[in-house]
């Protein structure tokens, strides 16, 4: 099995014309994952090529939706405008929205975080500021490479995108089940929590690998959720054991001050609820590789 994304997917691209969009679509396409029709106001009833297949551009998430079937949406739109474009997915229904883009204000991230819960909290964010999340040989949502690991057994959850592919490469003989980077800015939709929850119910899910990054309490509460709520095999590994006291470290939601955040006292979160620290993502494969042969 899956989380949250899976064979029967079919996705919209909010930004489907634009450069990013463009070029993404198409490695979503070649990966698999049925993407029936992009979302641009300004484009609509246009058609876009992409190898054997020719997309429809709808106005609307809503129209999409009606036209497709659609429950996925990929979002590559702007910063200024990326605030209304989740709202308008959420409005719609859409089950899953997946906010590819960087740089979004963070009160623009608390205002469609807002609405989201006001409206019963029927779509589920990922991101803002992220790679998105693949199911191996199902469907790929985002920018992930598809080509990097297989189906397995393996679920991962990550803060960084780029240590999501090294350690999706580093466990490529296992294979996964569902790879997800939830994004490093300050407010997230989808956390550590809801991808570890949604793991342990997955038949499948044999490990969790949780990679987090310095700043925040986000994984110190992940690491009291599995203490108390998971039964499977967790390995972890905290980026920015180097990191200076006081200075933001890649992005907004990467930022220490005094020994609040620093990630030797989120390993040391992570080891008291029984989770395998590596203090390298080498090491951390490592660990998940001696887990998963033992």
């Known amino acids: ?3 949250f994304l899976d064979e029967n997917s079919r996705v ?28 641009n106001r300004r484009k609509a009833g246009q058609r876009v090529e992409f190898d054997d297949r020719t997309l429809p551009v709808f106005g609307t998430v809503a129209e999409a939706m009606d036209a497709t079937g659609a429950n996925v949406s990929v979002l590559f739109v702007p910063p200024p405008f990326a605030k209304d474009a989740v709202i308008e997915a959420v409005d719609a229904g859409i089950e899953l929205a997946v906010v590819i883009t960087e740089g979004i204000p963070v009160h623009d991230s608390a205002a469609f975080w807002a609405h989201a819960v006001a409206k019963g909290n029927k779509t589920r964010i990922i991101g ?19 080509d990097i690991t297989k189906p397995g057994r393996v679920g991962l959850v990550s803060k960084s995108g780029t240590l999501t592919y090294q350690l999706m490469h580093e466990l490529r003989d296992f294979g996964f089940t569902t790879c997800i980077g939830i ?19 997955d038949p499948e899910t044999e490990l969790i690998v949780m990679i987090g990054e310095i700043g925040g309490d986000a994984e110190e509460r992940a690491a009291d959720f599995v203490r108390d709520h998971v039964t499977k095999p967790v390995v972890g590994y905290v980026a920015g054991f180097t990191a200076p006291e006081g200075k933001t470290m890649g992005h907004a939601g990467a930022i220490v001050s005094g020994s609040s955040g620093t990630a030797a006292a989120k390993a040391k979160a992570w080891e008291l609820a029984g989770i395998r620290v590596g203090r390298t993502p080498s090491e951390t494969a490592e660990l998940a590789i001696e887990l998963l042969r033992g």
């Open 1 to 3: 099995m899956s989380i």
């Open 12 to 39: 919209i691209v909010a930004g489907m014309t634009g450069a990013e969009g463009t070029k993404h679509t198409r490695r979503m396409l070649q990966a698999g994952t049925n993407v029936v029709g992009g979302v």
């Open 128 to 146: 803002p500021n992220c790679p998105g999340l693949i199911s191996p040989g199902k469907a790929n949502a985002g920018i992930i490479p598809a």
């Open 183 to 201: 994004g490093g800015d300050p407010i997230i939709g989808t956390t550590h929590i809801d991808a570890i929850r949604a793991f342990e119910a």
